[in-house]
């Protein structure tokens, strides 16, 4: 199934299921993205608008990309407010944004669907203002490494999700190649297993 239809049914449920990725994400974005002063937004894969909401207490402008429609629509119907515009667009493709547009570039647990990373880390680059953050929480490549993937159980079974696994080094290198500086690289470990693998890595890159 592809990625796209995949979050279209999984969207139904996104926000109810049980999903410690899901919620370690919010946590640790707010906790991140609280130390950043920003206006203007792109969120990248912004799915049903669990992040949206909390950029929302801090922006003036949010634009929500995403390519799943009932991912989207979700998003629509939590939030209905003139600050915030969600488009329904494919990552890979060249994104409808001025260049030069916002101070910050967030993207949740989106880039593991993306193969070419280079792609991303460009446009994002034409995207942010002079200074301009981009940040990026993902499910570790660690956890990756052991053989978790995005899923979720709906009545014909379980969907696995179509992931591909991006090595720190390559996250490093390809921020680097497009000229960005790292400012803060962060892992974000489960309350019940600070031991154990981390769940997530957090990169705050800057332009
Ligand atoms: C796990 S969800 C994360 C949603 C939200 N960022 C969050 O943290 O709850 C991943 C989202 O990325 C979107 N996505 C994946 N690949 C994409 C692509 N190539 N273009 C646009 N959206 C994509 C999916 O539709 C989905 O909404």
Redesign the pocket.
């Known amino acids: 199934m592809s990625?796209?239809k995949a979050?279209n049914l999984w969207a139904e449920q996104?926000d109810s299921n049980q999903n410690k990725t899901?919620d370690l994400?919010?946590i640790s974005t707010i906790n991140i993205l609280s130390k950043y002063k920003f206006e203007t937004v792109l969120?990248?894969?912004?799915?049903?608008g669990?992040?949206t909401l909390w950029l929302l207490e801090k922006a003036k402008k949010i634009i929500g990309?995403?390519?799943?429609q009932e991912?989207l629509n979700k998003a629509k119907e939590k939030i209905n407010n003139p600050k915030v515009t969600f488009i329904k667009?494919?990552?890979?493709q060249p994104w409808k944004v001025d260049n030069e547009f916002v101070d910050l570039i967030t993207?949740?647990?989106?880039l593991e669907?993306?193969k070419d990373l280079d792609v991303i880390f460009k446009q994002a680059y034409s995207k942010l203002k002079p200074n301009g953050i981009f940040f990026i929480n993902e499910l570790h490549p660690f956890k990756q490494y052991s053989g978790s993937k995005?899923r979720y159980e709906s009545e014909q079974g379980t969907e696995v999700l179509e992931v591909y696994t991006h090595h720190i080094s390559e996250y490093l290198t390809i921020a680097k190649k497009n000229n960005f500086k790292i400012i803060e690289i962060d892992e974000q470990f489960d309350k019940e297993d600070e031991k154990g693998i981390p769940r997530l890595i957090s990169f705050v890159f800057q332009k």
Do not use: P, V
């Open positions: 990625i796209e979050y996104y899901r994400d919010g969120e990248l894969g912004c799915g049903t669990k992040n990309l995403d390519f799943s991912m667009a494919d990552l890979s993207s949740s647990l989106t669907h993306i995005a």
